[in-house]
């Protein structure tokens, strides 16, 4: 089977179209998927269609185990691995809803999401994308906060704004179908990032985007591979940063402000390889990778870990696992 060869059936009922779609990509989540799709279930709004794409999931057959006695009542989708953008981008040239709902196989809603947000977007005709508040839950050490705890934002969702990320937009939108098909679906280079890029260019082509507080929708993060994952989000920030400067016609302050993220994405990308230096036992590393990367971050924080580093790297190491990861964290500030 090829990279565009897929393996389509159809239990919903086409007859006709939903009001609404949601997407929902499956890479390696078995276990997490029946409550997922439980939660579709519960939904108090319930004219929508379920587009449920398996990317080339190594877990295919535990997979298919679980959605046996749901298949009725969904779109099943089989292809080969694309990654998340790939995934959604197929579940998008499939759906039939006005809306779209992405919605993460690891993740699940309050019953009144759909509600709520399809109401957003009916009484509000120039807005075109909403997303709610999210519950992180999972072994993060962010677990039982709300992400507008952890990165509060007031006003608009602007382009400026969401590229300094004074505000964010979460994955688990509601969106106009047709703005998502105009913006150019998820670019399949990203592997990571890809949401972030795609709203960046939605905003950019003056379209709209609007969030509630209130908590509909409910995050699994995993606690595995953290410094993996950091390094691979700050490489697409890279890339992202690279597409605007090469795609959109940016104003002489927007290319500088676009400079600074560069400067910006790098030092935090040297942090965390610093970091994971540091754990493997690389002290010298770690050494040099913090110190380029407080060249640019200027953290107090940051130069006494260095000179401990230089003094004393195992008394440090213990003292770190002591303090629950309080000196390294990725956010460092100043």
């Known amino acids: 089977m090829n990279s565009s060869t897929q393996d389509v059936s159809v239990g919903a009922n086409v007859s006709t179209a939903p009001r609404v779609s949601v997407l929902v990509p499956c890479y390696n989540t078995a ?171 939605i905003l950019r082509a003056g379209r709209r985007i609007g969030y509630t507080r209130e908590v509909l929708a409910y995050y699994r993060r995993r606690g595995d591979s953290l410094s993996a994952n950091l390094d691979r989000m700050f490489m697409h920030h890279m890339m992202v940063w690279d597409k605007i400067a090469a795609t959109m016609d940016l104003s002489c302050s927007e290319s500088q402000l676009l400079d600074s993220l560069r400067e910006r994405t790098r030092a935090r990308q040297q942090l965390s390889r610093g970091r994971a230096a540091f754990f493997l036992g690389d002290f010298a590393e770690a050494r040099t990778r913090l110190r380029e990367a407080n060249e640019t971050l200027n953290s107090r924080k940051l130069s006494v870990v260095t000179t401990l580093l230089a003094m004393s790297p195992r008394t440090l190491l213990t003292a770190y696992r002591l303090r629950d990861r309080f000196l390294f964290r990725s956010n460092t500030k100043s």
């Open 31 to 201: 276990s997490f998927v029946a409550e997922t799709l439980d939660s579709l279930w519960k939904q108090t709004y319930t004219d929508f269609e379920v587009v449920l794409v398996n990317d080339g999931s190594p877990d295919t057959d535990e997979l298919e185990r679980i959605l046996e006695p749901v298949r009725d009542r969904i779109v099943y989708i089989v292809q080969e691995n694309r990654g998340l953008s790939g995934a959604r981008n197929t579940g998008l040239h499939s759906a039939r809803g006005e809306y779209v709902a992405l919605l993460d196989s690891d993740d699940y809603w309050h019953p009144r999401y759909l509600e709520v947000l399809v109401q957003e977007l009916d009484s509000k005709p120039d807005l075109d994308v909403v997303f709610p508040d999210a519950m992180i839950f999972g072994d993060a050490m962010e677990a039982g906060r709300s992400m507008m705890q952890l990165t509060p934002f007031e006003g608009d969702v602007t382009f400026e704004r969401l590229l300094t990320q004074e505000c964010f937009v979460f994955v688990g939108v509601l969106a106009r179908k047709s703005i998502i098909m105009e913006a150019g679906l998820f670019d399949e280079r990203f592997r990571s990032s890809e949401d972030f890029e795609l709203w960046l260019r």
